[in-house]
């Protein structure tokens, strides 16, 4: 199968930062590449797909890229609610997988 | 707007199967836009695709799952289901019933994303 790794694990930020979380899969995965945000006691929630395409509803301040096989979520300015656990899911190749999980804490 | 409901019950021995159901509400399972997947996910653990099926009945399942899933699909009464055979401590987990759309039903630039899901059920495995 095809690994997915995020870094960091775990990151602490303040409201206002700007705040990037990384996806590397073990081969090229040419943008096919979704998001997620994952917070306590519910289903993961789609930000991004297709490596930087906004899902509908998602606020502006998210944003994804990248390219191969490395790709970026930021959140431009952090907001109290932002406060979870963010996946990236790769679906280049079949079965599609999943990353381990940023968890992301507010300071 | 779709909605899904897992229901199923919460604790399963050892050996026994798993077995959870999702109900689709406010529209149709027959929808040529969508696949509805089971996705599970153990405590502190990402996500892990447990497979799919069409309203057709086709289905697509994770290789290192094959062997003891299947998911089955009831038009008639708009539900779909995963059972899962001889399970363990393992199998442990929130098990998620989702849709996602695929290459010719994405919109552009998607593939595969879940945008619907369901709250989740939690199955544990003990005697």
């Given at each position: ?6 870094s ?5 930020a ?5 705040v990037?979380?990384t996806c ?20 993961p ?8 395409n906004?899902?509908?509803?998602v ?17 431009a ?9 963010y ?8 079965p599609?997988?999943?990353?381990q999980?940023t968890?992301?804490?507010i300071? | 707007q779709?909605h899904?409901?897992?229901?199923g019950?919460g ?5 026994e199967?798993l077995?959870v ?6 529209d149709?399972?027959?929808n040529f836009?969508?696949y ?8 502190g653990?990402?996500?892990e ?13 994770n290789p290192s799952?094959e062997?003891?899933v299947?998911?089955s699909?009831g038009?008639s009464?708009n ?34 994303y ?6 989740g ?7």
């Amino acid at each position: 199968d095809l690994q997915m790794t995020q870094s960091p694990a775990s990151l602490s930020a303040s409201v206002g930062d700007r705040v990037t979380v990384t996806c590397r899969a073990s081969q090229t995965i040419n943008n096919y590449l979704n998001w997620y945000q994952q917070k306590p006691g519910t289903a993961p929630q789609l930000l991004i797909y297709g490596a930087s395409n906004l899902h509908s509803g998602v606020p502006s301040r998210f944003s994804g890229s990248g390219s191969g096989s490395e790709y970026t979520l930021t959140i431009a300015s952090l907001q109290p609610e932002d406060c979870a656990v963010y996946y990236c899911q790769q679906t280049f190749s079949r079965p599609t997988t999943f990353g381990q999980g940023t968890r992301l804490e507010i300071k | 707007q779709m909605h899904l409901q897992e229901s199923g019950p919460g604790l399963v021995r050892p050996s026994e199967t798993l077995s959870v159901s999702c109900t689709v509400s406010n529209d149709s399972i027959v929808n040529f836009r969508y696949y509805w997947a089971w996705i599970r996910q153990s405590p502190g653990k990402g996500p892990e695709w447990i497979g799919s099926i069409f309203h057709s009945g086709t289905t697509s399942y994770n290789p290192s799952l094959e062997r003891r899933v299947t998911i089955s699909v009831g038009t008639s009464d708009n539900q779909f289901s995963l059972k899962v055979v001889s399970v363990t401590a393992a199998d442990t987990a929130t098990y998620y019933c989702a849709r996602h759309c695929n290459s010719n039903s994405c919109l552009p630039g998607g593939d595969w994303y879940f945008d619907l899901w369901g709250r989740g059920i939690l199955v544990t495995v003990s005697a």
